[in-house]
């Protein structure tokens, strides 16, 4: 089976500091992406990678920058975080196998 | 921007009920797929529809591709309590998918004992 690691399942940062959510993933797939998730809005693309060093903007890109240095590791970046970056966070890794998620980290901005 | 309008967004039966979850657009897609999450978990895929009219069954889930691969529909028969969580629907665009899913917003389902 694939697996998507996210490394964090809960987090709680202070508003201003600078957040790292990383992502594994284990099956040499090309793309990667990030999502967030949220109550009555759904889940919405942050940003995706389809190779080592490329990126490209999803719907609701700022805020947010990601960095792909190895195939295997999406790490999504919260420069400054705000209360408006709580969220349930969802990494998702796409190749033969179809789509697949990781379990999600919920981080907290207070 | 592709749009999925999912319906309902909430649904509390009890056991033994049948029900239907929608997912329209006017857009077309290439595939679409139908996840299950529950509460501090990531979705997890039941089904992948490919072909305008197709009908998938999973027990006793059904799910059904319009013919215009433009919409979908869950089904569930004689629910049970199991069957509790957020069902989310997912279009796979024509150019393949590369770009990420389109997703609707969800249905919050719970089955009563």
């Known amino acids: 089976d694939v697996k998507v690691t996210q490394s964090s399942r809960y987090l709680v940062k202070r508003t201003g500091e600078k957040v790292f959510l990383e992502c594994v993933q284990d099956?040499?797939?090309?793309?990667m992406f990030w999502y967030r998730q949220d109550p009555g809005l759904g889940l919405r693309l942050i940003y995706f990678?389809?190779?080592?060093?490329?990126?490209e903007k999803g719907d609701i890109p700022e805020g947010y920058s990601v960095s792909r240095e190895k195939k295997e590791r999406f790490s999504l970046i919260l420069e400054s975080a705000s209360t408006n970056q709580t969220s349930m966070y969802l990494c998702?890794?796409?190749?033969?196998?179809?789509?697949?998620f990781g379990s999600g980290t919920r981080l907290t901005v207070v | 921007t592709q749009l999925l309008e999912q319906s309902p967004q909430f649904l509390s039966i009890q056991e033994g009920e049948n029900l239907t979850v929608y997912c329209n657009s006017s857009?077309?897609?290439?595939?679409l797929q139908w996840y299950r999450q529950e509460p501090g978990e990531g979705p997890v895929l039941l089904v992948t529809v490919v072909t305008g009219g197709e009908v998938k069954k999973l027990k006793r889930l059904t799910f059904q591709f319009g013919d215009a691969r433009k919409d979908s529909s869950l089904h569930i028969t004689a629910a049970q309590p199991g069957d509790t969580g957020l069902y989310l629907c997912a279009g796979v665009p024509s150019g393949g998918g590369a770009d990420g899913l389109t997703f609707g917003k969800g249905t919050h389902l719970i089955i009563q004992p």
């Open positions: 099956m040499d797939h090309e793309n």
């Open positions: 990678s389809y190779d080592v060093k490329m990126k």
């Open positions: 857009s077309v897609f290439s595939s």
């Open positions: 998702v890794t796409t190749g033969n196998y179809g789509y697949t």
